[in-house]
């Protein structure tokens, strides 16, 4: 009877090691088998997410913005040359932005152009604002190069200059909770107790960011896809509008700034 109560107290340790350090209770090491990030200093993990956000070919990023009262909705693929996606705070505001080198495309509904874009002063001067809005109505509109809004909506699609602003934390750094991001397994690192944002950096494989609250309660994003290609193209010529200098893009408080927040503050949209 001891042997078997024996063999049946070997077996028991054996069954929880993945659990206990030991049948005496001791907690696993939470960075076990992992990348080893967890037990860097906070600048450190800060640092080694945000190079491997730099190198990594392509991102995905989806999540919340919030610009001056107005929450935004924001999703992305990005990569060196160029990206893709949405930005949207309602049905009248949403617009896609398509960058392909120095080639950017925005496309959006017609209540987008009617509520502050002037297409072209030849269509309305004629008085025919609307109907010139409703030509744009989910076309790929090639943005000049010297609109006042082109740096601003190119922003949106430059990988690392989103990046570089929104895995920028403020405050002294603290090393948080470990955790897990849509299944995997993450250490945070915070700024100023929370304040000056979070970061959430993978603890499995490369240590990617997966997930970056905004300081001030600024929005959260998530970010995956991390090195995953995806395509990219001009648009072809019977999707696209081409009005060259003519064209004036809402901006200012049309959209957030790509970079508000890189200072630990908002930004005004557009600076």
């Not at 076990?32 to 997410?49: H, R």
């Not at 070919?57 to 610009?67: D, F, P, R, T, Y």
């Not at 193209?233 to 019977?238: C, G, H, Q």
Request: positive net charge; contains cysteine.
């Amino acid at each position: 009877m001891r042997t078997r109560n024996a063999a049946l107290v070997g077996a028991l340790c054996v069954g929880l090691s993945a659990v206990l350090t030991a049948c005496g209770g001791g907690a696993e090491d939470p960075d076990a088998g992992t990348n080893g990030v967890g037990k860097l200093e906070p600048a450190a993990i800060q640092d080694k997410a945000r190079a491997a956000a730099r190198g990594a070919e392509a991102v995905h990023l989806s999540g919340n913005v919030v610009s001056q009262g107005r929450t935004y909705r924001i999703d992305m693929r990005l990569k060196k040359n160029g990206g893709t996606g949405r930005v949207s705070s309602s049905a009248a505001s949403s617009f896609e932005l398509l960058r392909v080198g120095d080639d950017l495309y925005l496309k959006a509904p017609a209540g987008f152009w009617a509520k502050g874009a002037t297409p072209a002063p030849s269509a309305t001067a004629k008085g025919d604002a609307s109907s010139a809005a409703g030509k744009l109505d989910d076309k790929y509109v090639k943005v000049p190069g010297d609109d006042p809004a082109y740096q601003q909506f190119r922003g949106f699609t430059d990988k690392d200059v989103l990046l570089d602003g929104l895995l920028a934390l403020h405050g002294t750094l603290a090393r948080g909770d470990h955790g897990t991001v849509g299944g995997v397994r993450t250490i945070r690192v915070t700024g100023a107790k929370g304040g000056g944002g979070t970061m959430d950096v993978s603890l499995t494989g490369t240590p990617y960011p997966v997930r970056v609250q905004r300081a001030g309660g600024a929005g959260q994003l998530e970010l995956d896809g991390w090195g995953k290609d995806f395509a990219l193209a001009v648009p072809d010529k019977n999707q696209t509008v081409d009005y060259g200098k003519q064209l004036r893009i809402p901006s200012g408080g049309a959209l957030p700034s790509s970079k508000e927040g890189s200072s630990g503050e908002g930004a005004n949209p557009g600076g």
